[in-house]
């Protein structure tokens, strides 16, 4: 049935017919062609992302019934006046308040309705008003300040000053920053393109089970329906991945499903809802089996086999000096095991993917955190050569890891084949919350010993990582947390191994520190217990064991240049021992994926006849502000405004294939590119050429980096990565046990961009706080749990604490302007650190993430943190 309603939408009176069931949000999107709210949770209403304004009041679109809407007046932030605009859009762009964008305007929504009821909102009340939405970039310390900054200019009609110059060091405006703070830029699912169909997937009801039949019959007589494609349809390879190719794009007859996010089916229709229908429709004949639910039931010698090769994905391991005799030898030895969760990613913006038909090939835009990866996957999967499938990323809403593996970028393209139409395919929350990665939840042993004054004479450990359903990256993941274990700290006798197993689990993969966090709550524990033990703080024992310039890592690499370790632990020296309740933890985390593999930085410039140059990367924007640092790098070389590089982009027009945009390396490789090729555009414009003299002129530039040795190697003077990042952090709990106050000191190398740097390790702190207390995605029997937005654990605005922060630049030799990435070691310490401050609140060492039965966690819950 339809119903006819009457509302005005940004002072224009519509007469709209819609279905039952309608929300506001399908409305304004579907009908209006409004594309600032977006849908992050539909029909959740959770996130925040859709809020728009009804009759003055702030309201989640996605849980409203359209018909609600009936003679209300509803704006949007394109119906804002243009002063409101402009001050909104200066005022997110001079306070940082915005990196992927994707819940910015929601977020601007309720800011206006506040402001307009108290033009001097207070901290407070802004924290109060943002609790009905979730961010997982900023940590909200710059929303808040984005906020205030908008109430002042409103009041004074004073806009706000921005930094014009593009200069490396510089708080350079966001690249779009204008267009993301109002909910201009298209994110994948605001575009549309002529007769362009609708996706819906179909994803396995069981974690294991065999398919003995699918029948699409009944879909296909749906009214609407134009393609529904499985397993048979599949032109190439059906199993991808990005290092073992196990996973496959759909599961066929006479398979077993391996995971709940498995796709069985994928239907094309002419709308969304019908699509949707559709693939509900499908019926699946299975026969269930018993689920291998965790790594010691799957290596037992009985278990089933998920996989060919077996249960056991890999194997890592690193054997330095006698651990044996170095314990034996130890004042002090202590040892005990580490429990770490699963964890969602929660970015905000779910998997969506268009493609179509183009000539004999296929254009398809993704989000993903590799185009070259993506098409190379693309293409196998349909029996293309690579140069018949053109890959676009579209800057994507938020990725922390967990759009490295495929999505639905193969599903999506089969359908456009099929159907020889452009198809555009996004997934629902819960439908994301069940197909991609999470977090390894890792098992760690860990036995460690010192002398009677602290130093650290052995290191042994023992981990077991929960793979999950497919490979993925956790090979990776296993050996970067095993390399790891030690910390940032000098040990002469190490024995770690590091096992992946594969489970029938969601599968895990990247994830922000990539087995590095989990090692550090291990060894930052270790090292406060044995604190304890000599007799001196935490602090000590850390500046005692602190890696230095010609010290051995744990891989046992010489570390040759660039540690700033000791000056962020002196950094923080003085507020640790002057807290009462006060953890301290140190972090290291590689730059660049290393093991042996080469890596390259490459990038083109291409000028343009209207004077202006694009620039193109390998390497993915996706929040952190990887495209503003290109832009500023190519200033920064030519002297040329950021105007003249008002277009960036990750394609495949060009061979710049980098791989993933992963490992903190974005800044160090991508720049680098951008200098090599903008210092050949600056000789050119020094022989006194114009950009218009230069028109249709492309300049390469690209760096190589292959001196890094692989574990496996046993290279007599190993170097497993080319860069390394440093952090201490303190957490400092008040009287209640409420974490109160977050110091973290970063060698991050050079600064490039202060607010953008800011704003990294702010949403880091933010990420590391959830991680360490309240956060988990719980799965049981194989089946996830926590299905919804809200029920992730994530810290909501009120939560997050005072942050200070401290830069150090050590300098890297080969990094832009001495830059290193610190795009995951903000989260790094941050668990052990609130750990550390726990036990000095409570007396009580915790083992296990996350740590939901401290006053911390409960006072974030909502329920009282007891007094001592």
């Given amino acids: 049935m339809t119903t006819r309603i009457e509302l005005r939408v940004n002072g224009t009176d519509r007469a709209i017919e819609i279905e039952d069931g309608t929300s506001l949000l399908e409305l304004l999107r579907d009908d209006c062609g409004l594309i600032s709210p977006k849908d992050g949770c539909s029909p959740q209403g959770q996130c925040g992302c859709c809020t728009v304004i009804v009759d003055g009041r702030a309201l989640v679109s996605c849980a409203t019934p359209a018909v609600r809407a009936a003679g209300k007046s509803i704006t949007t932030l394109?119906?804002?006046?243009?002063?409101?605009?402009?001050?909104?859009?200066?005022?997110?762009?001079?306070?940082?308040?915005?990196?992927?964008?994707?819940?910015?305007?929601?977020?601007v929504a309720r800011a206006k309705v506040l402001i307009d009821k108290n033009p001097d909102p207070t901290d407070d009340q802004i924290n109060r008003v943002l609790s009905m939405h979730h961010c997982r970039c900023t940590g909200y310390v710059k929303i808040v300040d984005s906020i205030k900054l908008a109430a002042k200019a409103l009041r004074e009609e004073a806009a706000p000053e921005l930094e014009r110059s593009g200069r490396v060091g510089t708080s350079t405006p966001r690249y779009q920053a204008r267009e993301l703070a109002l909910g201009d830029r298209r994110f994948i699912d605001d575009m549309s393109f002529p007769d362009m169909l609708l996706g819906a997937v179909l994803l396995s009801e069981h974690p294991r089970a065999l398919i003995k039949q699918i029948d699409t019959s009944k879909a296909k007589e749906i009214p609407g329906v134009v393609a529904i494609v499985t397993a048979a349809d599949t032109p190439g390879e059906r199993s991808q991945g990005l290092i073992y190719k196990d996973w496959p794009m759909f599961v066929a007859e006479g398979e077993e499903t391996r995971y709940v996010g498995d796709v069985i089916a994928a239907v094309a229709a002419v709308d969304r809802r019908i699509a949707r229908k559709a693939a509900?429709?499908?019926?699946?004949?299975?026969?269930?089996?018993?689920?291998?639910?965790?790594?010691?039931?799957a290596l037992k010698p009985d278990a089933p086999k998920l996989h060919k090769k077996g249960n056991l994905l890999s194997k890592s391991e690193i054997n330095r000096g006698d651990v044996e005799q170095a314990l034996r030898n130890s004042a002090h030895v202590a040892s005990?095991?580490?429990?770490?969760?699963?964890?969602?990613?929660?970015?905000?913006?779910?998997?969506?993917?268009?493609?179509?038909?183009?000539?004999?090939?296929?254009?398809?835009?993704?989000q993903g955190q590799g185009v070259f990866d993506d098409r190379r996957q693309i293409a196998s999967f349909m029996g293309l050569p690579e140069e018949k499938v053109y890959v676009e990323l579209v800057t994507n809403g938020g990725a922390f890891g967990g759009k490295e593996d495929m999505s639905i970028q193969a599903q999506t393209a089969l359908l456009a084949r099929v159907a020889g139409k452009p198809?555009?395919?996004?997934?629902?929350?819960?439908?994301?919350?069940?197909?991609?990665?999470?977090?390894?939840?890792?098992?760690?042993?860990?036995?460690?010993?010192?002398?009677?004054?602290?130093?650290?004479?052995?290191?042994?450990?023992?981990?077991v990582g929960d793979k999950g359903a497919y490979a993925s990256v956790g090979t990776k993941v296993l050996e970067r947390a095993a390399g790891h274990c030690t910390g940032p700290y000098k040990v002469d006798n190490v024995h770690v191994e590091s096992l992946a197993v594969y489970t029938n689990n969601p599968p895990c993969g990247a994830m922000r520190g990539f087995g590095a966090n989990q090692a550090a709550f291990g060894i930052e524990s270790m090292l406060d217990i044995l604190a304890e033990r000599v007799g001196i703080d935490g602090w000590e024992i850390r500046y005692l064991n602190a890696l230095d310039v010609g010290d051995k890592f744990c891989t046992g690499q010489q570390l040759e240049c660039s540690v700033g370790l000791k000056k962020t632990l002196e950094a923080v020296k003085e507020r640790y021992r002057g807290a009462r309740y006060a953890g301290i933890a140190c972090g290291i985390k590689n730059v660049g994926i290393g093991n042996g593999l080469p890596e390259y930085g490459k990038a083109m410039l291409e000028v343009r006849s209207d004077g202006s140059v694009a620039i193109y990367t390998g390497f993915t924007e996706?929040?952190?502000?990887?495209?503003?640092?290109?832009?500023?790098?190519?200033?920064?070389?030519?002297?040329?405004?950021?105007?003249?590089?008002?277009?960036?982009s990750a394609d495949t027009k060009y061979d710049l294939d980098c791989g993933q945009t992963t490992a903190s390396r974005g800044t160090f490789l991508g720049c680098r590119g951008v200098q090599e090729a903008a210092r050949k555009l600056k000789a050119d414009l020094d022989q006194r050429k114009t950009l218009r003299d230069l028109a249709g002129k492309?300049?390469?530039?690209?760096?190589?980096?292959?001196d890094t040795t692989s574990l496996e190697a046993k290279a007599e003077k190993p170097k497993t990565h080319f860069a390394y990042g440093f952090a201490t952090q303190v957490v400092i709990l008040d009287d209640d046990g409420r974490v109160a106050k977050v110091i973290a000191a970063h060698d991050v190398g050079k600064v490039m961009n202060p607010a953008l740097l800011e704003g990294q390790l702010e949403g880091s702190i933010h990420m590391g706080l959830g991680y360490a207390l309240t956060e988990e995605f719980r799965v049981e029997g194989g089946v996830p749990q926590t299905m919804t937005v809200n029920s992730q654990g994530l810290l909501r605005a009120r939560h997050m604490p005072e942050v200070e922060l401290f830069m150090i630049e050590e300098e890297h030799p080969d990094g832009p302007y001495g830059a290193k990435g610190v795009g995951e070691i903000g989260l790094v310490p941050t668990a052990p650190a609130v750990a550390g401050a726990l036990y000095k609140f409570d007396g009580i060492r915790r083992f296990a993430l996350p740590m939901k039965d401290s006053p911390a966690a409960r006072f974030i819950r909502g329920g009282a943190a007891p007094n001592k």
């Fill in 78 to 107: 394109e119906g804002f006046s243009e002063l409101e605009r402009e001050t909104f859009a200066d005022s997110f762009i001079a306070a940082g308040g915005l990196q992927c964008g994707f819940c910015t305007p929601g977020i």
């Fill in 280 to 297: 509900q429709a499908i019926a699946v004949d299975y026969e269930v089996r018993k689920p291998i639910t965790s790594p010691e039931e």
């Fill in 336 to 366: 005990h095991t580490f429990q770490t969760q699963f964890i969602e990613h929660m970015f905000l913006e779910p998997e969506a993917c268009i493609a179509m038909p183009e000539g004999d090939g296929l254009r398809v835009y993704t």
């Fill in 423 to 463: 198809v555009k395919l996004t997934l629902s929350r819960e439908e994301s919350l069940r197909l991609h990665p999470k977090r390894h939840p890792i098992k760690m042993t860990y036995t460690v010993g010192c002398d009677d004054q602290g130093r650290l004479m052995a290191v042994k450990a023992f981990m």
């Fill in 622 to 648: 996706m929040g952190q502000g990887l495209f503003t640092v290109l832009q500023q790098t190519a200033c920064e070389e030519t002297g040329l405004p950021p105007s003249v590089f008002a277009h960036v």
């Fill in 698 to 706: 492309t300049y390469y530039g690209e760096v190589l980096i292959d």
